[in-house]
């Protein structure tokens, strides 16, 4: 074997050392180099001795046999290679390929050629100089990286669910056929387009993104299940169920995201379907018991809460049964149509209609104030109202009627369930005495061995005398001594302890209660009066009087038969009525205001300021008092309007000649502001707190 002589670059410091590094350095590299002559069929002038250990045949073989690698070449890579070296022999180009060489013992290795053409001075081809690299190991390892790769998409092909992933840049770095199926769009199409903007309908945009970040978030979460809308390629909507994992390397950095998806459109309709026939009523479309029942849950745990009332109507048309029966189900359908239609439009923002089925609706009202029984009443009206005037159906007016009951949670019911039944039997109530068309729930007409309802415990404890009387003292300023009392009604009720008025008087004023119960309060102050004047005490005693009260002309003849039998003083007596009552147009009231007055009783407007008085109706009255509305104190000094309301008030009263009292002073600030303005009298809770007439005494007798 001859060493190279020719190429002069490989031979810059003369020929022996030359050779020694040349030789040095390429039989060390771990492949085969090789110099062979460009004339003819290009025998070999030298090749390294790697290729006896590669291939089995010694570098002599390859330079004595010129046909060598022609016949060791793979058969199925021999006509490729050949015409390929054909190629660049004839255009003087460098050969490069990739092919296998099957070695002595028929081991197949695959060679990575290369070989680079050396010229000389005039530049015509002398040799080419090449190297065979080894490169079987890294053929197979990217085969197996191929089959691998092949496998899992094959694997994500069958797969039924969408497999998409996301590359951390939002865009798409694979797809399976599924996900292009259901998006409409080609692997190609999808592949390296931003996720985000392509398929996901702008109204889902943000949200699937802040679920992106927070799975791409250094510290983020490692999966989230997750449902979003994507638009397809022909623009039709789905929606899919995502479960969505972050995709991070070796060193825990997200790469990306991988999301497999399922299509719940239609089974999200179909759910929804369902939910809509389990809820709703067929023939109305109103919602139906069940409906009802879980709003009447929620709308109990919620007025638990917060201290609040619910009202729920149950109504029943009146005689249905006979429309069904001689003009058939289809007007009865029609029927039940309209009036469903009409009730829905009587009733309020919130509240909801519900047709139980057959004749039967009913009407929740959730959050009522108090007891609830104010605007639950005035909520059957409106329902009674609604069917005042007759139906066209089938071409024919019907007149029809219905019967309300009314029951109130926590009044007449514990719970949601007990609030359904007792507004049925309400209903059935109605019916029988169907004079109003509504009926409160009542539990002795409903079952006379259950507890007893609000109304009949009050009764019952007017007979008892558990009705008691505690007193307010009214200070007088700057010198703040007690100078007249109020009269405030409580309730010692053996079960429930002591109550406050705001408890029981709105019940005892619906039930007509609050007659009796007036009467006795007036019996009851004339005759505390009678018991302090035999202790030498006289102070004016206020008594309230509520506006059903006012209604009544015998009213003034009851309190003057008090007055006489404890032979007091009628100028000892404050009545005191709240300013609508007062100003109520042309009403007994007012009559009843002048027939005080000729008695010679005082009278005090209470909570004035709250409504709307007109001055010179108030100018017109016979008042001596105005008592300032304690919403009003409540923002004193804070609020300047407040704060102006009561100098206002206060400047008002004197100018008209009347007394002011400031009610509800809290605090020692609320007091000193009174006495700057100038304001004769107050009370409140900084001053004395209502008490047992017993510990007024004591402090009547101490000043
Ligand atoms: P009202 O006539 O405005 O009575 C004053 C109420 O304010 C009383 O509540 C009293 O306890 C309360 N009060 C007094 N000072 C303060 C204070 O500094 N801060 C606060 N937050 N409240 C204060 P009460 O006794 O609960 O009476 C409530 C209402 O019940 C009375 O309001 C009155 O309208 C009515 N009422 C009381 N007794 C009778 C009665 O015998 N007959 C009638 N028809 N109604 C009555
Ligand atoms: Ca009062
Ligand atoms: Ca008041």
Redesign the pocket.
Same mark, same amino acid.
């Given at each position: 074997m001859q060493p190279p002589e020719s190429p002069r670059e490989l031979a810059p410091g003369g020929a022996g050392s030359a050779e020694l590094r040349y030789r040095l350095l390429v039989e060390q590299i771990p492949a085969i180099t090789y110099i062979a002559d460009f004339k003819g069929d290009r025998p070999f002038l030298y090749v390294s001795p790697q290729a006896e250990d590669l291939l089995g045949y010694p570098a002599s073989e390859w330079v004595e046999d010129p046909m060598l690698w022609e016949r060791i070449l793979h058969p199925d890579d021999r006509e490729r290679v050949l015409s390929e070296e054909q190629r660049t022999l004839a255009a003087e180009e460098e050969f490069e390929s990739e092919y296998r060489l099957v070695s002595r013992e028929g081991r197949v290795l695959w060679f990575w050629e290369r070989d680079m053409i050396v010229r000389d001075d005039y530049g015509t081809p002398v040799c080419t100089q090449g190297v065979l690299v080894d490169v079987t190991d890294v053929k197979r390892a990217q085969a197996q990286i191929r089959d691998e790769r092949d496998r899992a998409q094959r694997y994500l092909d069958i797969a039924a669910t969408m497999i998409v992933v996301i590359a951390a840049d939002g865009r798409v770095s694979l797809v399976n056929r599924r996900a292009c199926e259901v998006l409409g769009y080609s692997e190609e199409e999808l592949l390296g387009q931003d996720w985000f903007e392509l398929v996901v309908p702008d109204a889902d945009r943000e949200s699937t993104r802040s679920v992106f970040k927070r799975l791409t978030a250094a510290d983020g979460d490692r999966s989230e299940e997750f449902e979003h809308r994507v638009v397809s390629k022909t623009g039709d909507e789905r929606l899919i169920a995502w479960r969505n994992k972050a995709l991070r390397d070796e060193r825990d950095r997200v790469t990306g995201i991988l999301s497999s998806g399922e299509d719940i459109t239609e089974r999200r309709k179909a759910q929804e379907r369902v939910a809509y026939l389990a809820y709703h009523d067929q023939l109305t479309a109103l919602p139906n018991r069940a409906m009802l029942q879980d709003n009447l849950t929620v709308a109990v745990a919620r007025a638990s809460r917060s201290g609040m009332a619910v009202g729920l109507l149950c109504l029943d048309l009146d005689d249905f049964k006979l429309v069904n029966d001689s003009l058939g189900h289809a007007v009865g359908d029609e029927l039940l149509l309209a009036v469903a239609k009409r009730l829905d439009s009587s009733k309020r923002h919130g509240d909801v209609l519900a047709r139980a089925g057959g004749d039967e609706f009913f009407v929740l009202l959730p959050d009522l104030p108090e007891e609830g029984e104010g605007p639950a009443l005035a909520a059957a009206q409106r329902v009674v109202a609604a069917f005042q005037d007759p139906f066209e159906v089938a071409g024919t007016e019907l007149h029809v009627s219905t019967s309300v009951g009314v029951s109130l949670f926590p009044r007449d019911a514990g719970d949601a369930d007990e609030l359904l039944r007792h507004a049925d039997a309400a209903m059935y109530q109605a019916k029988r005495n169907a004079r109003a068309g509504f009926a409160v729930y009542s539990q002795e007409a409903d079952d006379p061995f259950e507890r007893l309802s609000l109304t009949s415990r009050l009764r019952r404890s007017l007979k008892q005398g558990e009705l008691v009387? !505690?007193y307010?003292p009214i200070f007088s300023l700057p010198d703040r001594t007690p100078v007249a009392l $109020?009269?405030? /009604? =409580?309730w010692d009720d053996p079960d429930r302890g002591l109550l406050?008025? $705001?408890a029981f /008087?709105p019940a005892? $004023?619906h039930s007509g209660l /609050?007659e009796p119960?007036?009467e006795w309060?007036l019996n009851e102050v004339c005759a505390q009066a009678a018991r302090w004047a035999t202790l030498g005490l006289r102070p004016r005693l206020s008594?309230?009087?509520?506006p059903r #009260?006012l209604r009544r002309p015998e009213y003034s003849d009851t309190l003057a038969a008090a007055l006489r039998r404890h032979g007091i003083e009628p100028s000892q007596l404050v009545v #005191?009525v709240?300013e609508s009552a007062a100003m109520e147009e042309a009403s007994a009231a007012r009559r009843l205001l002048g027939r005080l007055d000729t008695l010679g009783v005082g009278l005090a407007i +209470? +909570?004035f300021g709250e409504g709307f008085s007109s001055l010179s109706r108030l100018r017109e009255l016979p008042v001596d008092q105005l008592?300032i +509305? %304690?919403s009003f104190? =409540?923002d004193v000094p804070g609020s300047e309007g407040a704060s102006a309301v009561i100098t206002a008030i206060i400047r008002l009263a004197e100018a008209l000649g009347r007394t002011v009292v400031a $009610?509800?002073? #809290?605090t020692e600030e609320q007091h000193r502001f009174l006495v700057e303005q100038g304001c004769p009298l107050a009370?409140?809770? !900084?001053?004395c %707190?209502?008490l047992p007439a017993d510990d007024v005494t004591a402090l009547l007798l101490r000043n």
């Open positions: 009387l !505690h307010q $109020e009269a405030l /009604i =409580r406050l008025p $705001e /008087i005892a $004023e /609050i119960i007036g309060v008594v309230n009087a509520s #009260e #005191e709240t +209470d +909570d008592k +509305d %304690r104190m =409540r $009610e509800g002073v #809290e009370q409140g809770f !900084h001053l %707190r209502p």
